[in-house]
């Protein structure tokens, strides 16, 4: 059986061996169905990313809570807190970019000396890949700063005081190199792609030094080349 989904990954139809749709159904934006047609007796309960229909309650269960596709909401708040975001019952701002798909995502806790896993708010161990410190599409300098410091990754950005005269970030070592972009804006990307991602703020690139793919701001790695822009992810927390 074969499923084909829409966007946001939800189903749209099942598809059997023979090529007969046995299963079909429409949604409105936030996943509220328009009609759901049954060609054979069957029933199809997944719903957006991580979501199964309860037919009960109309509700999607999310394992933690539950989330309301008539309002677009979520029927209980965050379980991690304002560690989620300020708006508690908020559905996914940009489900195509905000993702972490094995979990990993972590941020540094000054406080504690400690890292903190971004889904659970529990502390974990400190990552050695430094994707994993992309957050919603972004990175915060603080956090590429305790990676490099625990690692014992220096600092080797030499000066470019015409292109980037308020500095940069460059740490290179043990298969990954971070670079960050400085002075809050690339005059020379402003300039040829006003709508760049180095063009409206500072930017970071995270890079596998072994297989030479760049980590992108929709969480897929691959050749920079196939996606300048969002090889240059957004960087938080930037004093440049």
């Avoid at 539950?66 to 908020?90: E, S």
């Amino acid at each position: 059986m074969n499923f084909h989904t829409d966007l946001n990954g939800a189903s749209e139809e099942l598809i059997v061996a023979s090529g007969d749709i046995v299963w079909e159904c429409s949604f409105q934006l936030w996943g509220k169905r328009i009609q759901e047609i049954e060609h054979i007796s069957i029933q199809h309960n997944l719903r957006y990313q991580g979501q199964y229909l309860d037919r009960e309650t109309g509700l999607h269960y999310n394992t933690f809570r539950y989330y309301d596709p008539d309002i677009g909401r979520f029927t209980q708040p965050d379980p991690i807190g304002l560690l989620g975001w300020f708006n508690l019952y908020q559905y996914a701002p940009s489900g195509l970019i905000r993702v972490d798909p094995f979990g990993l995502s972590c941020s540094f806790n000054s406080k504690s000396n400690r890292w903190r896993n971004n889904e659970t708010g529990r502390f974990t161990k400190r990552p050695t890949d430094p994707s994993e410190l992309a957050r919603y599409g972004k990175v915060n300098k603080a956090d590429i700063d305790a990676w490099a410091t625990q690692r014992g990754i220096p600092n080797t950005w030499h000066a470019d005081p015409k292109r980037f005269p308020s500095g940069e970030f460059r740490y290179e070592g043990q298969g990954y190199q971070v670079h960050g972009h400085g002075n809050g804006i690339d005059p020379t990307t402003k300039a040829k792609w006003p709508t760049a991602n180095s063009a409206n703020g500072p930017t970071a690139s995270i890079k596998n030094t072994i297989n030479g793919q760049n980590y992108r701001t929709d969480g897929i790695w691959g050749t920079f080349k196939s996606d300048p822009n969002s090889a240059h992810i957004p960087l938080n927390g930037s004093f440049y």
